[in-house]
């Protein structure tokens, strides 16, 4: 089934709002299989609405709206719909008393314009709506279905669920399954370079790269008749791109690389501590994003300075002057007198040159270097990274030190 | 001027990704008075992106568009341009040696599809693209304009500020000038009804609020047919809402608490260091992002449990056992052995439940406590945080130490 989804609100195009429904039901229409193949938000304008309209089915089965039911007078949906789909409203009994025992329940008076809500297209299945007031429907004709919700979100997603969900179910017809591979250190297009043919032989499963912030994602989805023909495709899939790529994945699950590492190390119960300087703390505030890691969480120190690195983490200023802060040497220094300090079974640490200034010769903005004393012994690895700024640099960075205890931890090649 | 915005992406039509784009250009253009009729958003699918295009110009006069101007084959939106506008992609020189030049910094192997990005239609005002590798333009034909932005918000926007909207501000009839008031402290409902009266009778300029993350904003915008007439209307009214509200208000100049706080140190050559315990790095990873701040910044001690509390501040056992790890008690502890590590002028400590779990008897979550040792004096602050969600507690808590900062600094009353 090709669906649109179409916003109305003005508020919208003022930017005043974030367009939650879109995602919202573009992820439920998805799950039930079908192809959404637009997103539309008009504001309070019958003519544009009514052209939108129009366009939508051109192309799709199903036109999906939210907003633009209430009682005001800009909201035009319902008027909309009706001249499109030559229909016309007439009033809806249930709605109608919904409206009075509401009111008398909340002592309010209802006023004219309350009961255009109980106005709804005559040939229309009505959808209550448990978190407001004003009805939801679907409108069938001629193959086409449109289908009108309430536009905040509370409403929307609750008519959804409790309403709209079971009325789509009659026209599903395939089951889709996907799955959402993670790796890191491997750019996007080195990436789809490994995959090209995998994904331009494509049918089904389908295979989809994303860039995400020093990350890639491969989506891999497949829609069949039965669940698990589609689970099975995709396994398959994933399997290859295992094949091909697997020293780069960290989670077949869409998991974020600090939960993978969060939950190994709860598992486990490694305790860990962190040694930061360019990254300024995002290391540990970003592991602390983890629930309950605080029972193997035990410190961070984000010694900036020299000084602060000398009197915290016991490094040499001898070492400082003879490799530069931004050096393995300091790195491995700063792990070790972490470990000493902390006791924590994993010791990892990190210096370099965020940016956007900070150079030296022979060390680039984005040079890192990263430690990390583990069951006796301290690993030290430097990277380049690709430099794009200050923020991107140490979100890299610390994705960086998470693949290193990930790798670590797993027993696998460090680099 | 009328316009639509379109977002090119199949991951939005997925759900996997929220359009924010769309959001940030909305506003935009409102900003410079331009009227947003659309959003559209399409899959990575030539055709019907070629519809949307010519349905938008049948409207607008204006197309911006995001997405889809990456090396990989699915981007297609140039091509598409091209082919509704009537223009042919030809290869653009200094594109394609920033490109070669970058790769080159970054010992980068160029994969041939990379070259994709520098190819640009023969008749375009091409827009470098600060942040990222695919440029952006803008083509002109019979009074219709499509301007193509990369996808990421990051590029995006950077791009829209330094390179867009300058070439926009060409279509601009009216001038609109607008402040960005920001605060502390105090909650959107409780700002509008001080404000109330001036928002209920405004014409121009219009005074809208905004709750971000614990923060508010208003913004006050006049569009007038000269720049001094708006500016001047907008400042009366902002001396106006600085009667009212002026105790919470931290900057006139949308300027984040940070960057006034990071401002102030580095102006005044004030050293600070900080102690974290619920916020986990947080407070360090927000003020380390401040350009130049290692000037200013020495360390922060992430204590997460007690033992590190006590090793690295001295922070008493008993008082722990005491008054619990959550108290006026211990933050003051914190901050006063910080200090005598560190001798930092500003040494500014936090304890408290960012939740979801950890609360005590006597200690819901969302306390917080926070101390700060300044000019031989230590200062503590409780505050009851209103509890939404572990991040939001933590970032309300980042702010509510900036806000401590600023005060202290300024030599206002703390609460």
């Known amino acids: 089934m090709k669906c649109a989804i179409l916003s109305v609100g003005t508020e919208i195009l003022f930017g005043q709002i974030t367009n939650t429904n879109s995602v919202y039901l573009s992820q439920q229409l998805n799950l039930l299989g079908f192809d959404v193949l637009y997103h539309y938000t008009v504001g309070d304008n019958d003519e544009r609405l009514a052209e939108i309209i129009k366009l939508a089915f051109k192309d799709c089965d199903l036109v999906i709206a939210s907003g633009g039911l209430g009682p005001t007078e800009d909201d035009m949906t319902k008027e909309t719909v009706c001249k499109v789909m030559g229909d016309h409203l007439v009033e809806h009994g249930p709605s109608k008393e919904f409206l009075l025992k509401n009111a008398a329940k909340l002592n309010h008076k209802l006023t004219e314009n309350n009961f255009k809500q109980a106005m709804m297209p005559s040939q229309a299945t009505v959808f209550d709506n448990d978190a407001g007031t004003a009805p939801g429907f679907a409108l069938e004709k001629d193959g086409k ?8 979100p509370r409403e929307m997603t609750r008519m959804y669920q409790r309403r709209v969900k079971p009325y789509l179910e009659q026209f599903q017809k395939d089951v889709i399954y996907y799955k959402t591979v993670r790796l890191f250190g491997k750019g996007e297009s080195s990436l789809e370079t490994e ?5 331009d032989g494509q049918t089904d499963p389908t295979i989809a790269t994303y860039a995400k912030e020093g990350e890639c994602t491969v989506r891999v989805a ?5 669940a698990e023909e589609a689970e099975q495709a995709v396994s398959k899939t994933v399997e290859l791109i295992e094949q091909r790529v697997g020293e780069y994945i960290y989670s077949i699950d869409d998991e974020e690389l600090v939960q993978v590492v969060g939950k190994k190390l709860l ?10 300087s360019c990254t300024g703390g995002m290391f540990a505030e970003t592991l602390t994003s983890v629930p309950g890691i605080s029972e193997v969480f035990d410190r961070s120190l984000v010694t900036y300075t020299y000084k602060a690195k ?3 983490l016991g490094v040499k200023r001898e070492t400082i002057d003879t490799y530069s802060v931004y050096s393995k040497e300091v790195a491995e220094e700063m792990a070790l007198g972490l470990w000493k300090k902390s006791g924590s079974k994993i010791c990892i640490s990190i210096t370099g040159i965020a940016g956007p200034g900070g150079d030296m010769p022979g060390k680039p903005v984005g040079l890192i270097d990263i430690g990390c004393h583990f069951r006796g012994q301290t690993y030290v690895k430097e990277v380049q990274m690709r430099n794009v700024n200050r923020n991107w640099n140490r979100h890299y960075a610390v994705l960086a030190m998470l693949d290193l205890i990930n790798r670590l931890i797993d027993g696998r090649n460090i680099n």
């Open 222 to 226: 497949s829609k069949r008749a039965t």
């Open 195 to 199: 995959l090209l043919d995998l994904i």
């Open 145 to 152: 279905t449109a289908i009108c919700m309430p536009g905040p």
């Open 310 to 312: 000398m009197e915290e």
């Open 267 to 276: 598992e486990r119960g490694i305790t860990i501590s962190s040694a930061e």
